[in-house]
């Protein structure tokens, strides 16, 4: 086997009385990609976090980087001297500075003697990044003007600037997590070249088809301890690989098709536009799970926010919930959640959480702002923790760890646990199970399935087509702002296909009274 360019040993994290890691041990090659699997909160982050900087580690472990030691915590300087960088999450761009700006943030070439940003060598080593992984992009554009291929590989190359060609340590931490499909050939292509020059690749990921079909050998991370360490991903299936990450195996039975609700029409919404959406139409009945899906760009994303009327200005449309008609263009927060409109966002920190509150608080914030009028009770904030807990399986089930404390796929499943708490007429979720494990995100669809049971209608915006069809009864594509049904079975190659085909007049969903 090749050198090893990452030697973890030893290594343990404890939080204040809770060891959260414990005697970590694995390697990765030269020029392998390795990826670093486990539950929520199974230390996968702590791990991350640890090797790039961010946190110390409990005395006793080590890290080697190319055979030298790295100094614990580590040092920004040290890294860079090793080579070791990261791809962050959704791949952390700032979209309103340009390519050059973001790909040598954090470590600006200066000049010598007057210690001022020198431009143009920064100008140099970005256009040296992107052509070592063999992209060319204006490096004066704003990154948020790029389309998400571009962005990308501007994110890689950010990760590869301070490598050494052929060597080095790239780090992707959960990095695709938000990337559209279409854009997740371009990032797999650019981690496969990015290898086969001999960087070794640490992957963190929840899409097991993205680690089978990636990574040549896997860590399994387990309640803070490594269960499997470099085991070849060759003969692994996605049953064998969900059976190491739980520890079980999960039960089909609990996936299958519920049959699809029928009746009267509970939602309409009708001819909706804003954003890049121009037209797009849904019907739901009592209790009906419909998704609504598209290419990077095509107008779905920006359904939520005209939703919660944080978009009205530029709206169009209307939503008709029962007997009242919401005219979306102009629809205000307040409109939108007194007539039972419930908006879970994609983007938890910025829309959905508080931080630095507790499970319980940030789960009593959301019924205040649902306008009871009447406060409730300690008490019944306690029972509502304790059953959003117990329904989606939070770690750690104390209602009183702050939400900063939780590890992201468990700060996901309090923010769907809680929406799931009201009695919503119309739920719209967008992309309710990303940074989740396997195990959660069953348990999530469970949660989705057993309320919309009880009547109410659900909006699914989401990006993934297996977690569509797993789903929904029913999936609606947009193109180019406009949406047609999916008519026809509903697999992921019909999606697929689907989403790259514009609107036919035929395929329109009748807009009609
Ligand atoms: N600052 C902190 N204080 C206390 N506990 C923490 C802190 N940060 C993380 N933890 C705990 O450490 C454990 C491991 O969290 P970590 O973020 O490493 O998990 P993870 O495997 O990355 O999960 P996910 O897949 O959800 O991102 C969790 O139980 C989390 O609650």
Not at 266 to 291: K, M, N, P, Y
Request: aromatic fraction near 2%.
């Amino acid at each position: 086997m090749s050198t090893p360019r990452l030697t973890v040993s030893g290594l343990a994290k404890t939080y204040g009385n809770s060891p959260v890691l414990q005697d970590a041990a694995f390697e990765v090659v030269a020029g392998e990609i390795h990826a670093l699997v486990g539950q929520n909160g199974s230390g996968k982050s702590t791990l991350v976090k640890i090797l790039t900087g961010y946190h110390g580690a409990d005395p006793g472990g080590a890290v080697h980087v190319d055979g030298h030691r790295l100094t614990l915590p580590a040092r920004p300087a040290d890294l860079r001297r090793l080579g070791v960088s990261v791809v962050h999450q959704d791949l952390g761009l700032n979209a309103g500075d340009s390519v050059v700006d973001n790909i040598c943030v954090g470590s600006w070439p200066r000049h010598p003697l007057t210690r001022l940003i020198d431009r143009r060598r920064a100008a140099r080593q970005a256009r040296d990044a992107l052509e070592r992984i063999g992209e060319d992009v204006a490096l004066d554009a704003l990154v948020g003007d790029l389309p998400i291929a571009d962005q990308v590989s501007v994110a890689i190359a950010r990760g590869v600037r301070n490598l050494p060609a052929g060597g080095g340590l790239a780090v992707f931490d959960e990095s695709t997590r938000a990337l559209p499909p279409d854009s997740l050939g371009h990032f797999h292509a650019l981690t496969r070249a990015l290898a086969a020059q001999g960087t070794g690749v640490l992957l963190v990921s929840h899409n097991l088809d993205e680690v089978l079909d990636l990574a040549d050998r896997v860590t399994v991370l387990r309640g803070g301890r490594v269960v499997e360490a470099g085991l070849p991903t060759g003969g692994l299936d996605a049953a064998g690989l969900t059976r190491l990450i739980l520890g079980h195996t999960l039960d089909a039975a609990a996936a299958t098709a519920r049959p699809a609700p029928e009746g009267a029409d509970e939602v309409f919404l009708r001819q909706a536009g804003g954003g890049t959406l121009t037209d797009l139409s849904v019907r739901l009945a009592a209790g009906e799970i419909v998704g609504v899906t598209g290419l990077t760009g095509a107008g779905h994303e920006d359904l939520p926010a005209l939703l919660t009327g944080a978009r009205s200005a530029r709206a169009g449309g209307e939503l008709r919930i029962g007997d009242t008609t919401l005219d979306l263009a102009g629809l205000t927060p307040r409109r939108a959640l007194a007539a039972g409109v419930h908006v879970v966002p994609a983007d938890r920190g910025r829309h959905g959480l508080a931080l630095e509150l507790s499970i319980e608080d940030n789960i009593a914030l959301a019924r205040l702002r649902r306008g009871r009028l009447r406060p409730l009770t300690r008490r019944a904030h306690r029972t509502d923790a304790a059953t959003v807990i117990e329904e989606l399986g939070v770690r750690p089930p104390l209602p009183d760890a702050l939400i900063r404390t939780l590890s992201g796929g468990n700060q996901q499943k309090v923010l769907i646990g809680r929406a799931l708490l009201g009695s919503p007429r119309l739920l719209v979720l967008h992309e309710p199970t990303q940074a989740v494990d396997v195990g959660a995100r069953r348990d999530i669809h469970t949660a989705i399935r057993r309320h919309a049971s009880s009547g109410t209608p659900v909006l699914v915006i989401a990006s993934d087509p297996a977690e569509l069809v797993e789903l929904c009864d029913r999936i609606v594509l947009v193109h180019d702002g406009r949406g047609r049904e999916l008519t026809g079975g509903r697999t992921v190659e019909a999606v697929l296909d689907g989403i790259y085909q514009p609107a036919t007049p035929q395929g329109a969903i009748h807009h009609g009274n």
